[in-house]
Each structure stands twice: as structure tokens, then as C-alpha cells.
């Protein structure tokens, strides 16, 4: 370019993009289910578009660009797929007539179809959210075969509003990717790079001709450890850059989030790009010489934590905004992620106390923080009343009655290391097996049951009072004999009473333990429509009375088959809530464990002889750079260890995981002790199981065998299929057969099918498995 705009001196890396009221969700399930068309769905889309680009104006982000364009339909990644033509051979053609990845084909990739599987789900670095993998091998033929991000700039500036068009970047995009079914062994997504660039460089070139002044690629796989070399991906970036900052295109911000660079950075100076993110937040201000490098580039200073809700230290955040100043840079002000991660305003929590809503900033208040900050840069005096204001608030919250309990703080103290160990597992196998008489192979669920609308009902009139707590009782009674009926009919060996209480597995122990609070409107996406309300964990945790014992006792009841209690774990209650950030996650960790290590008690004590406490977030919380990862393993896998290690050898112990790349924490999963484990498997085709095998895991695993985060439903061969797999790679006296995960989002009909198909080829596998050690 011959002249490079100016860089907005504040902006946001990116926003929520659901709707303040959770819109857009409820208008892709209507699209989804046929009640909308395709253009109420682009109109409702529209709308939150430009709801969104008035209220950061509103909120003082009105220079050209500062407003990130990063809405997307479902996930930024698959968004990426669909732009550059990268559709798994077993989809077929998906295009239109046209030559284009329309919406249907878009949604045909995230969800599935009756007989093709979607593209696998994993966690984005180190959020609770989910993105969808991409699948890259030698056949992949790419090509622009959508311009939606193009249309959405020009929507937008139509409306009056010059956005920031937002991709994720090609190096994060092919190291995300995995190779295809159809790629030979060893193959490596990223050597596809020189075939995709000029795809984005088309991509570019057509924004740049709509009017675009800046683009931003996102690029947080930068500042993770790879399993590729690190010369390999300096290589990587230096092209990529190369290319794409050569001929028509607007200017290019690069996006750094969740991290330090480290090697990284000198590459990505030396390139031709016009502005550098440094998450200055959770990664650092870069030293002197490293600055001296980024001379004649613009810095957006990511110096505001768009992860957490927490009010920014003001005077932190100046003192780092100070450093890159001295180093005579051109500075701008952003967030160190987008705040997709947070809420959207926290002046919506009115039932929360004005007390805690002071602490707190959700990404409304996140952009005003950034305006403020900016301000700073140009005027120091201009900040001077916000910063003491915001010093003054975080002092008070610091001296809070319930931030630090002394009984809570003495019980951790006094923790030995036997606190922290069960007996031998062949001990504790042996008196299990004495217990619960199971048959090869059990079967049983994750625990939730689809939540219906009569739940849901239930829930909400029993919150505003219209029936009282005992008819809400008897409302969920009955739906819990409901699903152990359905269970029982179906053939199941381990029952659960399927959740029918709780609103959420993080939430429901939030509003039963000290130390929380919860919010009405806090949404947040955790992938495509589906949304969580993280709890707030500002103060230390304790238990005043049982949670789940009576649901768990009234269940058993109903069954001679063993029940499973069912408990949410120490690291996906803090992975799932917005945590204290005045201490070390370690010790907040313990304090959640000896609460559940109560409950388990109260559990045992009530005849439950099965208990299961998930930790679907183990892997997600794990740090991006390996040197920071061990002390994570030890002080995670200890608070799961200190919540179970009260029980009896009888007791059998469970944890679930999911989504996540597991071979790098299978000496975490050996370490938590369980002894049984079930794990996401279906819609990575089995995957774990290598891991397992080349482990030597030794305790009871259940891969699961039904993916549930689709509508479809596996035939009973699809699962005979995936069980054979594991029975080839794990012993049978070890094997559970389960679903993936909780049912909770699904509805009762595919519920049902599923899980006959489950039982039925777990049967037929058993049969085989019965002749063969005749033969």
C-alpha cells in the first residue's frame, strides 16, 4: 500500500456476536427447524450486526475500523472453511449453483447429516469455547467459494459504520486443521500453505475493493507450542505475510491473543504487515530490543483482559501502555482477547449487589475501559480520576466479607498426603466388583437427559414463585422415574437420574455453595447456538449443606441397578465460572475439592455406590507453553484427587472429558486416579484409543460411541463399528460403553434411537466377543 491509514487509537479484537437477548441463537434454530427461511435468518443477523457496531460507538469506539467485524453464523474457523472451498471429500459437493458454500452448505458442515458425520469439535486454546476442525489432506481443492465476510463490510458500511473485517489467519488456520481420511500417513496440513494463500489474498483484495482501510488476521496458534518445529512455522509466517502484503489489499493487523510470542515476534516484525496485537495482559510488554524491532509499525496494546470480568487495574494497564511508549512507538489500546469470552454488559445484573457489580466488567464496560486507556495515552491527566477510582474499587473488593473465610483458609492447611490418595486400584477393583456384579462392557449415559420445555417451565415458575418448592419437587420426581423407566426399558446396567434439577452442571453447585454468585443475562457462546451463563466465583468456597443427595437417593429408589451420583468437578467448576483472579487457581481448586469431598460422603452415606465427577475442562485450562504445564497437571489432577480420595475402596469413582486433543494429557488422566474414565471418542472416529493403548492405561475407560453434539443418530452398525475399534486396542475387562457426553441439549425421540442403537450393538459385540473365546 503506498499509504497506510491510521490505526483506531481504541478498538476491541472482537465482541460478542449471539445477540444481547441471545437472538441470533434462537433465530439459527428456527432457521434450523424450518419455522424461518433463509432471509429471516439474514435479517435477524443483520440486526445484531448492527446492534452491535451502535453500541461501541455508543461507547466511544467511533474512529474507522475500531469496530471489529467478527460476527459469524457459527464459528470464525468453520467461516474460514467455507471462504477458501475446505470441504471433506465424504460431504461431496456442497456447492450451489453458483460455485458457492452457501448457509445450508455451511450448516451441513457444522452439524452433519443423517449419514455424514460433522467435522470434529475441539476447544479454541484456552477458553470453553468450541471450534470446528478443519480437515486438510493432498485432495482439498481450495478456491474463494464465498465472499459473506465481504457482503457483511459493505452491509455494514452502508449502515454508516467502516468495520474491521476479522479472518482467522492462514498459519493459525492450517495448524488448527487436521490431516483428511484421505491423507496419507505423516501428512501435514501446513504444507498446504502456498496453495491457500492466494485464496486469501483474493479474499483481501476483494475487501480492500469494497472499501476496507484494515483487515485483521487472527493468529493465537503463535503463541502456543506446536508439534511443529518452531523454524518450520517462522518459515511459515514469513511467507504467508509475504504474500499477503503484497499487491491490492487493505492494511493488515495481526492478532496475537492468549499469550507471549516469544521467538515469534522478530518474524513477524520483519514482515510487511502494518500493525502488531501483543497480548500485554496475560503475555507481558515485550523488552527493549524486541520493541525496537516493531520501529514503524503500529502496536495495539492488548493491556485489557478480554477473558475474565474482572474491572481492570487502570493504573496496571497505564504503567504498560507507558513502557511501550518510551520505546517510541505508535500505540494503540484493544483488549488481550476478543471479548466473545465475556458477557455483554454487566449493568443488566441488576439482582446482582452493587457491591460485586462494581469489581466486574463485561465486555461493554471492557470497551469503555479501552476508550479510557486511549484517552490516557494522548492525555495522562484526561485517565487520572477513572485510575483512582478503579485503584479504589479493587481495594475494597480485596477487604469484602466472604473473599477470605478463615475456617475455609485452616481446613486447607491442615491437608496431608493422604488426603490426597485412595487405596491400590487392584484393591479397589477387586471390592467394586464384589459391589456391582457387572456384566463386559456396562453400559450406561454421561449423566443429563434431554432438558425439555416442561422442564424448563417448571424451572421458571418455580423460580417466580407461581408453584411452590414441593410441587417443583414432585415436577422433577416424576421426571427423573421417567428416565430411569426409559433407562431401565432400554437395558442399561449403571442408571443416572438424568439431571432434571439443574439448570446447568456449573451453575447448580454454584448457587448451592458460598463463594458464588450468578448472573440473569451473562451468556456466552460455547459453540454454534449454544450458549452457558458462567457462574461468578469471587470469595472463598464452602458448603453449607447437601447438593445432589436426596435427587441421588430418591433415584436409587426407584431401581435395584446401581445409580450414579453425579457431581461437576473442582477444574470445570473454576474452567467454567469466571474465577477470582487475587489468588492462585490451585488454592481455589482445593476449596471446590474439599466441598465435593463432602458431598461424596453425604453420597456414599446415602447408598450411591457409583459417583461420577466430571472434569470435561481438564484439558482445556492446560497452558499453552509447555514450560508452564506441569505445575497446571499437579495442582488440577490434586484438587480432583482431593474432592475423591475420601472414598471407600466399593465406591466407584468416575470422571468424563471431552473435546479435547487427549494424548497430551493422558498422564493427567492416569494421575486423577478414577477408576473408570469416559471420554469423547465418536466424532474423532476412536482416536483416543491409540492413545490408551500406547499408554498401558490400566482402570476402566469409556470411549464414547455416540457423538451428541449432532442431531443425527448412529446406526447400530455405526456403533457395533466404533466398538470393535476399541475392543481392539483396549481390554474388554476395562471397556464401558457410553455416549460422549451429556444429553441435556438433545430431544427425547433421537435420544431414544441413540441409545437403543447403543445398547443393541453393544450386545451384538458382546455376542462376538463370547464366541470368539469359545472358538
Known sequence: ????????????????????????????????????????????????????????????????????????????????????????????????????????????????????????????????????????????????????????????????????????????????????????????????????????????????????????????????????????????????????????????????????????????????????????????????????????????????DGHNIWRNDLAASAARLDAFKAAGLSVAVSTSTSTQHVPYDVEQESQLSPQLRSWLAFADQKAAEVVTLAAYLADPASAAHAIAEATAVIASRAAAPGVNRPAVRARLAALTTADFNRSAYEVREAAQEEALALPPLPTTTIGSFPQTSEIRSARARANKGTITGAEYGQLMKAEIKRVVDLQEDIGFDVLVHGEPERNDMVQYFAENLEGFSVTVHGWVQSYGSRCTRPSILWGDVTREAPITVEWARYAQSLTDKPMKGMLTGPVTILAWSFVRDDQPLGETANQVGLALRDEIADLEAAGIKIIQVDEPALRELLPLRHADQASYLDWSVNSFRLATAGAGDATSIHTHLCYSEFGVIIDAIDGLDADVTSIEAARSRMEVVNDLETHGFGRGVGPGVYDIHSPRVPGQGEVTELLGTAVKHVPVRQLWVNPDCGLKTRGYAETEKSLRNLVNATKEVRAQLLTSSVD
Request: avoid cysteine.
Open 1 to 304: 500500500m503506498s499509504t497506510t491509514p491510521v490505526f483506531p487509537t481504541a478498538s476491541l479484537l472482537g465482541y460478542p456476536r449471539i445477540g444481547r437477548r441471545r437472538e441470533l441463537k434462537k433465530a439459527i434454530e428456527a432457521f434450523w427447524s424450518g419455522s424461518i427461511d433463509e432471509a429471516a435468518l439474514d435479517t435477524a443477523a443483520k440486526e445484531i450486526q448492527l446492534v452491535t457496531a451502535r453500541r461501541l460507538s455508543d461507547l466511544g469506539l467511533n474512529e474507522d475500523a475500531a469496530i471489529p467485524g467478527t460476527f459469524s453464523y457459527y464459528d470464525q474457523v468453520l467461516d474460514v472453511s467455507t471462504h477458501i472451498g475446505a470441504v471433506p471429500s465424504r460431504f461431496g459437493d456442497l456447492r450451489n449453483a453458483a460455485g458457492e458454500l452457501d448457509i445450508n452448505a455451511y450448516f451441513t458442515l457444522a452439524r452433519g447429516t443423517a449419514e455424514v458425520q460433522p467435522l470434529e469439535m475441539t476447544k479454541w486454546f484456552d477458553t470453553n469455547y468450541h471450534f470446528l476442525v478443519p480437515e486438510i489432506g493432498p485432495e482439498t481443492n481450495f478456491s474463494l467459494t464465498s465472499k459473506r465476510i465481504v457482503e457483511q463490510f459493505e452491509f455494514a458500511k452502508a449502515n454508516g459504520f467502516v468495520t474491521r473485517p476479522y479472518l482467522v489467519g492462514p498459519v493459525t488456520y492450517l495448524l488448527l486443521s487436521k490431516a483428511s481420511l484421505d491423507a496419507p500417513a505423516g501428512f501435514s496440513p501446513l504444507s498446504r500453505l502456498e496453495d491457500i494463500l492466494p485464496v486469501y489474498a483474493e479474499l483481501l483484495a476483494a475487501l480492500a475493493a469494497a472499501g476496507a482501510t484494515w483487515v485483521q488476521l487472527d493468529e493465537p496458534a503463535l503463541v502456543a507450542d506446536q508439534q511443529v518445529d518452531v523454524a518450520v512455522i517462522q518459515n511459515a509466517v514469513a511467507r504467508s505475510y509475504e504474500v499477503l502484503t503484497a499487491g491490492k489489499r487493505p492494511a493488515i493487523l495481526v492478532s496475537t491473543p492468549f499469550g507471549a510470542l516469544n521467538e515469534l515476534l522478530p518474524t513477524l516484525a520483519a514482515s510487511s504487515i502494518d500493525a502488531l496485537h501483543v497480548d500485554a495482559f496475560k503475555g507481558a510488554v515485550p523488552s527493549a530490543d524486541e520493541l525496537a524491532l516493531l520501529a514503524g509499525k503500529t502496536v495495539v496494546a492488548g493491556v485489557v
